[in-house]
Nanobody, 131 residues
């Protein structure tokens, strides 16, 4: 079973940058889809970006396009989220997630982007952007 551990959160001023890292151990072919989600207090969990280990075509939420970049290092089993031009509204707990069923992404050109398609989650890392 895949294990996910996030790191890299913290406090940053508006306009600043942070890079989140997710270490994925024990992954198998069913964990092809990886995502970064975020959840602010009182709000639903939403995708920031998602990607496949096996192919390109990352997926981004409209609110982060042009500012966030998701990437992965297959050899190191690492997924990253580079966040630039951060805004106070980016403040949230950020979670790394992995798919666990082929049926949740099989045949799709783009990685999934809804929480219910991801079966494994990390513990989350807090990102706080001050104005």
């Amino acid at each position: 079973q895949v294990q996910l551990v996030e790191s890299g959160g913290g406090l940053v001023q508006a306009g600043g940058s942070l890079r989140l890292s997710c270490a994925a151990s024990g992954r198998t072919f069913s964990n092809d889809g990886m995502g970064w989600f975020r959840q602010a207090p009182g709000k639903e969990r939403e995708v920031a970006a998602s990607i496949f280990w096996s192919r390109s075509n990352p997926n981004y939420a409209d609110s982060v396009k042009g500012r966030f970049t998701i990437s992965r290092d297959n050899a190191k089993n690492m997924v990253y989220l580079q966040m630039n031009s951060l805004k106070p509204e980016d403040t949230a707990v950020y979670y790394c997630a992995a798919t666990t069923r082929l049926s949740d992404y099989g045949g799709s050109s783009y990685p999934p982007s809804t929480p219910n398609r991801f079966g494994a989650w990390g513990q989350g890392t807090q990102v706080t952007v001050s104005s």
